[in-house]
């Protein structure tokens, strides 16, 4: 089976920074797209963040300048560094991966749990 976990989240000040990680595990073939999605109390699931396997990235306008988005392939880990958090930046940030499995000739998309990211004072 294939797993994602996130962690990093957490409860920080306006301003303040958070590091989220998002690792891959199981039966892995090779990992094409990484993205950070986010979810906010009555809201949709937003894109965050993405990156390719060659780590070219888009980012969401309202997060462009603040956050990076990054992957160490080694590790089949992603990553997001968040910095000058905003209120409006509080949801659940949830990891997703584009797997392609050991024995599987498609590729298809694997979701995190979702980590808790609240920005308040």
């Known amino acids: 089976q294939v797993q994602l976990v996130e962690s990093g989240g957490g409860l920080v000040q306006p301003g303040g920074s958070l590091r989220l990680s998002c690792a891959a595990s199981g039966s892995i073939r090779s990992i094409n797209t990484m993205a950070w999605y986010r979810q906010a109390p009555g809201k949709q699931r937003e894109l965050v963040a993405g990156?390719?396997?060659?780590?070219?990235?888009n980012y969401a306008d309202s997060v462009k300048g603040r956050f990076t988005i990054s992957r160490d392939n080694a590790k089949k880990t992603v990553y997001l560094q968040m910095n000058d958090l905003k209120p409006e930046d509080t949801a659940v940030y949830y990891c997703n991966a584009d797997i392609r499995r050991v024995g599987v000739v498609m590729w298809s998309d694997y979701w995190g749990q979702g980590t808790q990211v609240t920005v308040s004072s």
């Open positions: 990156i390719t396997i060659g780590s070219v990235t």
